[in-house]
Each structure stands twice: as structure tokens, then as C-alpha cells.
């Protein structure tokens, strides 16, 4: 589904970038992925090497426009155009706000919001040549909220609004422009959540499981594919239905 194209993920060492990864190279892409630092990239890359999945990973300071921007020219050089980011690099917060330090809630709007600001302005001159997608990782905490960690749906909140605006903004240069919207998802973000939390939360998802990684990965790759030619400004839920 996505043979000749270029794709970036960011957050590609673990959870659902990982499975992200994994599933655009199955489905013929060239894909560059970035994390946070040199160990864990070069150990998702040898891992990835064992299951023979060649991919190269790069581990730029999201927060700092400057490495991004040498990082991506060092990709385009390489691979001659960018067709598709994923913005999926993000962290959780569940304090109560009393808890909360300033510096807590803008460590979090750095890193979920700042960061794809930071990513798509790089890459957008880029695209603009050949058209394009970006995608954005939101959250079902976008259209909810939650009870504690007050930062992390304020934040995709944001990335929500960063989604519908921009695919407005760049829909005329065929730059499309999409996020999932993920519920529950069995990675590392949820395992570290005790199971008397997790157990009442499944009680609520219609479908009766918490979602895999797989199920989000899959809405990225249509959401990436020319299946969705059209869609453009959507936020997709991959949630099971739940209303948490
Ligand atoms: P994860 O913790 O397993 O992986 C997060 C990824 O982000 C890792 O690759 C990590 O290296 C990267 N990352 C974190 N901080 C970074 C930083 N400062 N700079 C660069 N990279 C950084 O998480 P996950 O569950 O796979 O989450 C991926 C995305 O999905 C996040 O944006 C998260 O908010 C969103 N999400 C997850 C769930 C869930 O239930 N797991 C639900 C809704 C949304």
C-alpha cells in the first residue's frame, strides 16, 4: 500500500511507532525512524535487523528545531523526498494538579505539543513539492479528558487543533493531514498503570479488550494510504468505544 514512499515515525522504538515501523515496511515503504536517544535506537534497529526489517533510525532532539532540520536534510539527501510523517513521540501524565510541577505540564506540551510543530514545519517545505501526509498521534483523552495529569489531554487537545487547522492550511498544496485518536493501548505507556486501574477501565470499552498496538498502526496505514485520497482534517478514534 505505500511502495515508493518515504516515511519518517517518530517514537519508532517501542509501542505503537514500533508496530508502525513494522507495518509500513510490510507494506513496501522506506522508513526512517527517530527516537529519543542513540541506545534505544540502535537497539530497536538490531532487533528490527534480527526479524530482517532494515530501517535506518535517528535520534534528533524534537525541542530543537536545528537538529531536526539537519536530520531531515540528511534524510531528503539520501531518499530525495519526505511522503509521509508520523508524529507518534509522546508522554503521559496522571498527577493530580496539586502535584503538578510547571515544570511537569511544560515538559509535556514540549514534548506532545512543540515537537510535531517542530517536525511538520521542517517538513513541510519538503512536501510541498511532491504532496504529502502527515499524521498526528492524538489521544481519546482529546475528546474526554481524564480526572488527573491535567497536561496530557491539554495537550492533545492541541494536537487536535494543530491536525484541522493545518489540514485547511495545507490541504491546497496536497499536503494531507490526519490523526488517530487511540484509546487504551497494551504498551508500555498503559503496563506501568496497576491492574486495579486497568481492569475497571476494559469494564467500560464496549469491545470488551483493551486495543493493540497493531489496531493503531493499521488506522495509520489507511489514514497514509491513497484509500484515503479524500480524508483530510480528521481525527480517527481507535478506541473500542470507550468513554472513559
Ligand atoms: P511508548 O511510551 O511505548 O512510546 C513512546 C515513544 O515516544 C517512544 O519511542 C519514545 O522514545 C518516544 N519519546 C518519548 N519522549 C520523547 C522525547 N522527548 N523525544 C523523542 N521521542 C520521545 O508509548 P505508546 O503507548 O506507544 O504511545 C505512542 C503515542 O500514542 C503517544 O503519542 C501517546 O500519547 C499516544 N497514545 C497512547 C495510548 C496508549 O494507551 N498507549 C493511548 C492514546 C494515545
Excluded: H, W
Excluded at 534505544?40 to 534497529?45: A, G, I, N, Y
Excluded at 510523517?85 to 493530580?96: D, F, H, R, Y
Excluded at 510543530?117 to 513539492?129: A, D, L, Q, S
Amino acid at each position: 500500500m505505500l511502495k515508493g514512499k518515504v516515511a519518517i515515525i517518530t517514537g519508532g522504538t517501542r509501542g505503537i511507532g514500533l508496530e508502525t515501523v513494522k507495518l509500513f515496511k510490510k507494506n513496501n515503504a522506506e522508513v526512517i525512524l527517530f527516537g529519543s536517544k542513540k541506545e534505544t535506537v540502535d537497539k530497536t534497529l538490531a532487533e528490527l535487523k534480527k526479524e530482517k526489517i532494515e530501517v535506518e533510525g535517528y535520534y534528533p532532539n524534537l525541542n530543537n528545531p536545528t537538529d531536526i532540520e539537519k536530520t531531515v536534510k540528511n534524510i531528503v539527501k539520501k531518499y530525495k523526498k519526505i511522503d509521509i510523517l508520523v508524529n507518534n513521540a509522546g508522554i503521559s501524565a496522571n498527577k493530580k494538579i496539586d502535584n503538578t510541577s510547571y515544570e511537569e505540564f511544560e515538559k509535556i506540551i514540549d514534548v506532545n505539543v512543540k515537537a510535531i510543530f517542530n517536525m511538520i514545519k521542517c517538513v513541510v517545505p519538503y512536501m510541498k513539492k511532491t504532496g504529502g501526509v502527515i499524521l498526528n498521534t492524538s489521544s481519546m483523552v482529546s475528546i474526554y479528558g481524564q480526572p488527573s495529569g491535567v497536561g496530557y489531554p491539554a495537550s492533545k487537545f492541541a494536537v487536535n487543533g494543530l491536525t484541522k487547522s493545518l489540514a485547511r492550511e495545507l490541504g491546497p498544496l496536497n499536503i494531507r493531514v490526519n490523526a488517530v485518536a487511540p484509546g487504551i493501548i497494551n504498551t508500555d505507556m498503559v503496563s506501568t498503570l496497576p491492574k486495579q486501574i486497568i481492569d475497571p477501565l476494559i469494564e467500560t470499552i464496549p469491545l470488551g479488550r483493551i486495543g493493540q498496538p497493531i489496531d493503531v498502526a493499521n488506522a495509520f496505514l489507511f489514514l497514509a494510504s491513497s484509500l484515503a485520497s479524500y480524508i483530510t482534517g480528521a481525527i480517527l478514534s481507535v478506541d473500542g468505544a470507550a468513554r472513559s
